[in-house]
């Protein structure tokens, strides 16, 4: 499915209307109103969206990103609105639902990490985003997640919902009239020494050159799917991913060594730029949550002693791909894009 890449393209107006069906044969036909049913409705096109009920509290995706500046100066008070722009925007080509990122035009919100022993000179940068999720297909919830990338190369994941995130279902009662961000700044900082010390971790445990990319495959659930034929090797969209992760793997190896830091800088390049092909079925948002739930996990399970990189492979694989992090963003349904 394509994408929608430009903020233009997702501040259409929307309206809601009431819903009718038609009834009877060829000779004689009724319109009969739905009762408490309305439809959501792209007035730019007269394209349905949805079909709601009665305690549907629609947001367009204008007072989405509104409320996302404001949800910046929930998080760092400390700057001001105008501060703020939007530095990416990512939706299905249905309008269905959006992803709009808003990042801090200054240095001012940065943080480094130096990886002791390599390049100390030459820190790495990360800078914080926050991103608004809003939908009309009644699949996902209106969330407000925190992400980071690292600045060089926009390479960023998603951090957990349990650290820092804000979502509310599209009822009346759970968002009101707007949404409030009670926040307390000492989490994010948390959030930031946590992450610090999980580079660490990563930086010094060792993976070899010939495992990463099956190890990214596996995080990114970027599974080659089954054939009775035993031929999908030969598939040349799963023949160019694999070459894809193949020269990522090899340059973050050359340039970061051999350790689990620059497997999670092969993962955060490709979920923040996945490339367009058949095995690649999640959008950007999906994919850098996984991101940082593997962050997570991995640092926390490698430290343990009786830890072994190849039979976590061997978990990781076996695992069906039904994506635990899409369900925790969705309100109903599965997840289309």
């Keep these: 499915m394509s994408r929608l890449y430009q903020l233009d393209h997702l501040l259409f107006p929307v309206e809601t209307h009431p819903v009718f069906v038609e009834i009877g044969d060829l000779t004689q036909r009724y319109r009969v109103r739905a009762t408490g049913k309305k439809a959501i409705v792209n007035m730019a096109n007269k394209r349905v969206l949805n079909l709601v009920g009665p305690s549907y ?23 001001q609105q105008d501060e703020w ?14 992803h709009i990122d808003l990042t801090h035009k200054t240095n001012a919100l940065d943080f480094e990490y130096l990886m002791v022993g390599e390049r100390p000179e030459v820190p790495e940068v990360f800078g914080p985003f926050i991103r608004v999720t809003n939908s009309y297909n009644g699949q996902r919830a209106l ?6 990338h690292r600045k060089i190369c926009k390479n960023g994941m998603v951090g957990p919902d349990v650290i820092v995130s804000f979502k509310f279902t599209h009822n009346k009662s759970d968002i009101g009239e707007a949404p409030k961000f009670d926040f307390e700044r000492s989490r994010l900082d948390e959030m930031k020494k946590s992450f610090l010390e999980y580079f660490d971790v990563l930086r010094n445990f060792p993976v070899n050159k010939s495992q ?29 991913l694999q070459q894809h992760l193949n020269e990522m793997c090899e340059r973050y190896a050359t340039n ?26 999640r959008d950007v948002h999906s994919l850098q949550k996984l991101t940082g739930e593997w962050l997570i996990n991995f640092s926390e399970r490698c430290q ?14 076996n695992v069906t791909p039904t994506n635990q992090v899409e369900s925790s963003e969705m309100v109903q349904g599965r997840e289309v894009g």
Excluded: H
């Design 57 to 79: 509290r629609m947001v367009a995706n204008k007072e989405a990103l509104d409320w996302a500046y404001q949800c910046c100066k929930a998080v760092f008070p400390e700057t």
């Design 212 to 240: 990463f990319s099956t190890l990214a495959r596996a995080v990114l659930l970027l599974k080659q799917p089954e054939s009775p034929d035993d031929q999908t090797d030969e598939d040349p969209k799963w023949v160019a």
């Design 85 to 98: 722009e939007v530095s990416g925007v990512n939706a299905p080509s249905t309008f269905g639902y959006c």
């Design 143 to 148: 969330n407000f997640n925190i992400g980071f």
């Design 256 to 281: 970061l060594g051999e350790n689990g830091y620059a497997v999670l800088n092969v993962i955060t390049e490709f979920a923040s730029q996945p490339l367009d092909n058949l095995y690649v079925r």
């Design 304 to 317: 343990q002693t009786s830890f072994s990189l190849d039979e976590y492979l061997d978990e990781l694989n």
